[in-house]
């Protein structure tokens, strides 16, 4: 039985995606995040709505708009197709573990 | 921020059903068992997909070819439409959270 926490990279140079599911209408993904946040310059716009739940660790979230949201394990947000968006912060010192639905 | 592991009921004499988003393609929800399982008669044969993640707990499901699946936290597993499945078990001592996306 495969399980979200299994198989973590120990280089976490860069992010790990890990593809769990894809259809022609859902894909989710794990995401593992160690310090990393998104580049200053630019956003997330994605033509798809996205549904994320933090599964482990701790992270921040900036919308267009400046709202910054702190989330923790087990906290879960959706974000609407083109709501621009950003990682601000990761923790650096454990692994963040993200599930995202795309839909 | 919502939490999965928030507003779980003090009473669940049923399993409490969440939806957590609802889409034209997509359905989130979180499901709470508490030694629950599906009636001994018949099967669950959904039209939909489902893809499943237990966030707490331990639950077993059965499979129409008997094969039988215990789940802890974080596995995950996907069941196709039309494969006929059950829950044939979950802890009776502790709440078992579910994440269920139906596409």
Same mark, same amino acid.
């Given at each position: 039985m495969?399980?979200? *926490?299994g198989?973590? %990279?120990n +280089? @976490?140079?860069?992010? =790990? *995606?890990s593809? @769990?599911?894809?259809t +022609?209408?859902?894909?989710? &993904?794990r995401i593992? $995040?160690k #310090?990393?946040? /998104?580049?200053e310059?630019?956003w997330?716009d !994605?033509?798809?709505g996205?549904? @994320?739940?933090l599964?482990? #660790? /701790? =992270?921040?979230l900036?919308?267009?708009d400046?709202r &910054?949201v702190? @989330?923790?394990?087990? +906290?879960?947000l959706?974000? %609407?197709?083109? !709501?621009?968006?950003k990682? $601000?912060?990761t +923790?650096?010192?454990?692994?963040?573990?993200w599930l995202a639905?795309h839909?």
């Amino acid at each position: 039985m495969p399980n979200i *926490f299994g198989n973590i %990279p120990n +280089d @976490l140079t860069n992010e =790990a *995606f890990s593809e @769990l599911i894809k259809t +022609d209408t859902v894909k989710i &993904e794990r995401i593992i $995040s160690k #310090g990393h946040k /998104s580049p200053e310059a630019g956003w997330y716009d !994605q033509a798809q709505g996205e549904w @994320l739940m933090l599964v482990q #660790g /701790s =992270a921040k979230l900036v919308f267009e708009d400046q709202r &910054e949201v702190e @989330l923790q394990a087990g +906290d879960y947000l959706n974000i %609407p197709a083109h !709501q621009k968006h950003k990682v $601000s912060w990761t +923790d650096p010192n454990v692994e963040t573990i993200w599930l995202a639905v795309h839909y």
